[in-house]
């Protein structure tokens, strides 16, 4: 079943590489981060068992149970809203941070690396669309933040992340669009000490039209592991 859909998702994301209307700033490659959120460490276990190697977790707690039980060596990616009082847990747990959106997480989770000894990868999160309902930086709070990431010695830039809202495909495709777009910029800022070289855009529902703008990361749930329950984590998980 996985297998099967782990073909479909891969076959997908070569013929959106082949339908790019960008120029290959991000590179050829595509990395899949499958979602595992609200899913039991059983699907960890299959998805690692199809090759997955790549995480991704929108919360901490359900992230740490999880890594206490599965010990293979994978790269952990964090997809969902991160609370300062978190941090230090964060910056164990994983590799990736991807929703950095506010100066003071900025701060919070420069301290906890340093603590920790280590330097903290780090995706700033735009709220491209403007949706009340998300989080993420708005558009032209980008530069700012990104200077003061840059200014931390215990935390690496390595691009941005952003969601596109449901809506009909122009709408979405724009909305990329305009996320590849101040990816250029944040790569044409010529931070120092930085790699800025992710994009992380698309979804189950919509990474083709990400990929076919430029993203070069995709978050995918859904579309390996079919609808999450929520109640499959024993912890009560909510919707975010
Ligand atoms: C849950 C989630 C995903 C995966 O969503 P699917 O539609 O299940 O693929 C991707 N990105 C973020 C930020 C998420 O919270």
Redesign the pocket.
């Known amino acids: 079943m996985l297998e099967h859909k782990l073909i479909e998702v891969q076959a997908a994301i070569q013929t959106a590489l082949q339908h790019r209307t960008q120029p290959f700033r991000t590179g050829e490659q595509v990395t899949l981060i499958a979602?595992t959120?609200n899913h039991p460490v059983a699907v960890v276990e299959e998805a690692y068992a199809a090759g997955l190697r790549v995480f991704?977790e929108?919360r901490v707690q359900e992230a740490r149970q999880k890594r206490e039980q599965f010990l293979k060596p994978a790269v952990w990616h964090l997809?969902?809203q991160l609370q300062t009082n978190k941090v230090n847990q964060a910056v164990q747990l994983f590799d990736v941070i991807?929703s950095v959106d506010r100066p003071s997480l900025v701060t919070a989770l420069a301290k906890a690396a340093e603590k920790s000894g280590k330097r903290q990868a780090v995706l700033l999160q735009l709220n491209i669309a403007g949706e009340a309902t998300k989080s993420g930086a708005a558009p032209e709070e980008m530069e700012a933040l990104a200077k003061m990431i840059a200014a931390e010695a215990s935390l690496e830039l390595k691009g941005l992340m952003a969601?596109a809202p449901l809506a009909p495909e122009p709408v979405v495709r724009q909305v990329f669009r305009a996320g590849y777009q101040a990816f250029c910029r944040l790569q044409d800022m010529g931070l120092d000490k930085t790699c800025i070289d992710t994009l992380s855009m698309g979804?189950?529902?919509d990474f083709p039209i990400a990929i076919e703008e430029g993203s070069n990361m995709i978050?995918?749930?859904?579309?390996l592991f079919g609808a999450?329950t929520y109640k499959n984590t024993g912890q009560g998980g909510i919707p975010?």
């Open positions: 979602v959120k991704g929108n997809i969902g991807q969601m979804m189950s529902g978050r995918v749930g859904t579309g999450r975010e």
